[in-house]
């Protein structure tokens, strides 16, 4: 059994419980969060055994802790990622891992000497639709590939006010557009040349990106919008269209993901075929995918399956695209 301290206890810590909660060799023994009352709700959840502690060295202190699951807001994670290592130990953190390249290389370095492991929680690639099509794509089942649209458009989160900030959120873009690069990275590799425009909100966020992507034998448009107006559903879209057929996933739910009235469709248009095929996937849920993924890595002493060369990679990209939107210019890579 690993013992793990959850840091952070807000919108997505609680949907990080669920699935520590799941994990079959995970234990929670504390909560580590700078607000007492939100930690209260999980320590509860988490039941005997788990306490509420105001720092990771507290926590440190009083359990062997194995692992750490840093789910604050992005500016926090460096520190957090660096502490843990030096306390021994294993790091999942949430995305956006960090804004530049030197605070994740002092990430990666501080994990690196301290021989312990360190995964970012791209939860895309744990789910099980998009899992599916990168299978289609990677095993040729669509043929050649002529393009790729993914699209991630929701309202402005309703439960924080710390995502207005540029300096703490890094608006849409790092916040937002991350899942896709990160899942059109993990299909396609990295890409040669980015292009994007977009919207910046008046605070200062890239809150609504359009990006061209292209690679040798693959192009790609995302669009990602953390500040859809209106009622305007929570709605991804990914579509990739080959010599072999078109592959769609859609899903539309309500203002939020986590809302009620989740709409799913899944399907291929084989080539020269009359009617499209219902596909299915596995899905335990990418939390869940994620964590035991973690988990089962530390436990069994194996590579994390993201591993740092790859989350250096995507800020890379997310780093270009901030250049282009900033400059109108086209990124080589
Ligand atoms: N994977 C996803 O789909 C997804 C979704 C939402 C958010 N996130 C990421 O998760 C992180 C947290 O976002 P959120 O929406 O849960 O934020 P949130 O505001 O809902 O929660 C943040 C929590 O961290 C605590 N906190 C803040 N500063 C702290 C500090 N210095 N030390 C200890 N605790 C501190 C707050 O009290 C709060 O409990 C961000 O990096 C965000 O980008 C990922």
């Known amino acids: 059994m690993l013992n793990c301290v959850l840091i952070g206890a807000g919108y997505i810590a609680a949907n990080h419980a669920e699935a520590l909660i799941a994990n079959e060799s995970t234990k929670v023994v504390g909560v580590v969060c700078r607000n007492p009352e939100h930690a209260e709700a999980l320590v509860e ?167 061209t992507l292209t690679w040798d034998n693959a192009r790609a448009v995302c669009e990602t919008s953390l500040e859809m107006t209106g009622n305007f559903p929570f709605s991804v879209e990914q579509r990739c269209t080959g010599d072999k057929g078109t592959v769609v996933y859609s899903l539309s739910a309500g203002a939020n993901i986590n809302d009620s009235g989740v709409q799913v469709a899944f399907a291929f248009y084989p080539e020269g075929a009359e009617t499209p095929e219902v596909v299915t996937s596995e899905d335990l849920g990418g939390f869940n995918g994620e964590i035991n993924a973690f988990v089962d890595a530390v436990e069994n002493d194996k590579a994390v399956p993201i591993a740092a060369d790859e989350v250096k990679d995507v800020l890379r990209i997310i780093l270009a695209t901030k250049k282009s939107l900033e400059e109108n210019v086209l990124v080589t890579l």
């Open 45 to 211: 959840k988490f039941g005997e055994g788990c306490k509420y502690y105001p720092t990771l060295e507290a926590a440190c202190a009083e359990n062997k802790v194995d692992y750490v699951d840093i789910c604050t807001p992005t500016p926090t994670h460096e520190e957090y990622t660096v502490k843990a290592a030096r306390l021994g130990c294993h790091v999942l953190c949430e995305k956006p891992v960090t804004f530049s390249m030197e605070s994740l290389e002092n990430m990666i370095d501080a994990c690196r000497y301290a021989g312990v492991k360190f995964m970012v929680a791209h939860v895309v690639r744990f789910m099980g639709e998009p899992a599916k099509i990168k299978d289609m794509v990677q095993s040729g089942a669509l043929g050649d590939v002529h393009f790729f649209y993914e699209k991630r458009l929701c309202q402005h989160p309703a439960w924080s006010t710390w995502h207005r900030n540029p300096a703490v959120s890094g608006g849409g873009l790092y916040d937002l557009n991350i899942h896709d690069i990160d899942f059109l990275y993990s299909v396609f590799g990295m890409p040669k040349t980015i292009y994007a425009t977009g919207w910046k909100s008046p605070s200062g966020c890239w809150n609504h990106v359009a990006t």
